[in-house]
């Protein structure tokens, strides 16, 4: 694995639930603001989808981007984050 695969794991892996960030910000955030792509790539290869979890990147335009397991189980992950994360914050 490169360092940049590793910094894109670690950055991708803080993203908080319920929240999504773009290809884009992952690649500025990990010191290559030009490799959006390459974080695409990077991210289409996760091998621990749930530990880190690519499906809270999305394109920079709102639309969801890609997604290996599909992008209707990219929307129903992403919708679940958000009833979660609203049902904790209304709690406190």
Request: net charge positive; hydrophobic share 40%; charged share 25%.
């Amino acid at each position: 694995m490169t360092s940049f695969a590793r910094k894109v794991y670690r950055i991708v892996s803080a993203i908080p639930v319920g929240e999504t960030r773009s290809y884009r910000w992952v690649a500025r955030k990990a010191g290559r603001p030009g490799a959006c792509r390459a974080v695409g790539q990077i991210l289409k290869n996760n091998p621990w989808p749930i530990i880190i979890p690519c499906h809270r990147v999305i394109a920079s335009d709102g639309t969801p981007g890609g997604y290996v397991f599909g992008l209707k189980r990219k929307r129903a992950l992403l919708d679940l984050e958000r009833a979660v994360r609203e049902c904790l914050l209304t709690r406190k």
